[in-house]
């Protein structure tokens, strides 16, 4: 039975491109290292560590051909800045500018978000990488369904190598990585047909993580995918997936949040939090989760009462959001007043009207400028599909 169909396949192939936009910037960081192009400088008597110049930078793009020019250069970069691969080192820009201004890969500063996505692809890209330096037989031409395929892996043999590598302690923690990999493009069935499972079926590696990614591709997009934040609470999880039910629902987060994929991912830039939160899923890893507390983009915190005086700096916005079949596209954090720290720029609420740095003022009615993100993300969770918000927003 083909229970992945479309939407899976649909699924499938933005997963894909998030891996590359990931995979590229991995190797641009380590190519930059190589070259001397990322290293320590200081300005006004403070040294910044493991950081690049913008203007050098893009000097050295067109230098090694990987731009034809510098317009191309900065659309490159900012792709990348815009997927929080790299950032301004003081965080002060937004736009990444062909100027003698400092940028940092995140993966540099350890400010990289490593939401669930992120850690399946360094997982797929590890086992895919220890697979290729080892000796083995996993991959082979075999047949299955009167078809001849190339590269294969048994599924049960992978799993005895996840086992025998000491990847995994238990077949059933190998088999959920499996069907991880797979449901993010990774690994696919050779007919795409079935799900992982622990078996004689055969499976195929979707991605060369070794392929040499030009970075002109990242502005050649399939589709938008941008990395949801790992906190968002308007995440998604698959239901009843040993029965291959492909329908979703909506989960508010807690703080060990168990974070599997959607359709849409919402932008990530950083994520706010008044408190800390695990960003990291039991199913991956049999390490501990680590303790994460992201940057909030608010320059500066405000209180409900300098919001609501007479000539204050801020002006009032209704939007109605008409949630689609992942959500409604964005991310509420912080407390009295919880404001707007994400948007998914392909999503309803982007659509609407929706910024970074909105203050939540109330949600169908209600005043909510009292309560903290969690309670303002449940009352959005359990009401109608189409919510009503005020929100104020700085002039």
């Not at 992945?4 to 894909?16: C, D, F, V």
């Not at 990931?22 to 190519?31: I, K, N, S």
């Amino acid at each position: 039975m083909d229970w992945i169909g479309n939407t899976m396949q649909k699924k499938a192939a933005e997963l894909e491109r998030l891996a590359e936009v990931l995979v590229t910037g991995e190797q641009l960081r380590l190519r930059l290292h190589e070259g001397k192009v990322i290293k320590d400088r200081r300005h006004h008597l403070r040294t910044y560590p493991n950081c690049f110049v913008a203007k050098e930078l893009i000097d050295w793009l067109i230098e090694h051909k990987e731009a034809s020019d510098r317009d191309t250069a900065i659309k490159i970069m900012q792709k990348l800045l815009d997927q929080s691969i790299i950032h301004h080192v003081c965080d002060e820009h937004r736009e990444f500018k062909d100027l003698k201004l400092f940028y940092r890969f995140r993966k540099d500063d350890g400010t990289f978000p490593l939401d669930s996505e992120a850690k399946v692809f360094m997982r797929g890209q590890r086992i895919y990488e220890k697979m290729m330096n080892t000796d083995n037989n996993l991959l082979q031409t075999r047949e299955e369904e009167d078809g001849t395929f190339e590269r294969t892996l048994v599924a049960s043999e992978f799993i005895d190598w996840l086992l025998q590598e000491g990847e995994m302690a238990t077949r059933e923690e190998a088999e959920r990585l499996g069907r991880r990999l797979l449901e993010h493009g990774i690994i696919q069935h050779v007919t795409n047909k079935h799900h992982f499972v622990d078996g004689p079926l055969l499976y195929q590696f979707r991605m060369n993580f070794r392929r040499r990614r030009r970075l002109i591709e990242l502005l050649h997009e399939r589709s938008c995918c941008i990395p949801e934040s790992h906190d968002s609470p308007f995440c998604l999880r698959k239901q009843n997936s040993d029965g291959g039910n492909t329908s979703f629902l909506s989960v508010s987060p807690t703080k060990e949040i168990k974070v599997t994929v959607g359709v849409r991912r919402s932008s990530m830039s950083s994520s706010c939090g008044s408190s800390g939160y695990y960003s990291t899923s039991p199913t991956l890893s049999s390490s501990p989760p680590v303790l994460c507390n992201p940057k909030s983009v608010l320059k500066r915190q405000v209180n409900p009462e300098e919001l609501q005086t007479p000539g204050a700096p801020f002006i009032k916005k209704t939007f109605t959001i008409v949630g689609d079949a992942v959500g409604w596209g964005f991310v509420v954090r912080g407390s009295k007043p919880c404001h707007i720290q994400a948007v998914d720029p392909g999503g309803p609420a982007a659509a609407a009207g929706m910024k970074v740095c909105q203050f939540v003022v109330s949600v169908n009615g209600l005043n909510v400028l009292s309560h903290d993100y969690r309670t303002v993300s449940n009352l959005i969770l359990t009401g109608p599909r189409t919510i009503v918000m005020e929100v104020m927003e700085e002039v």
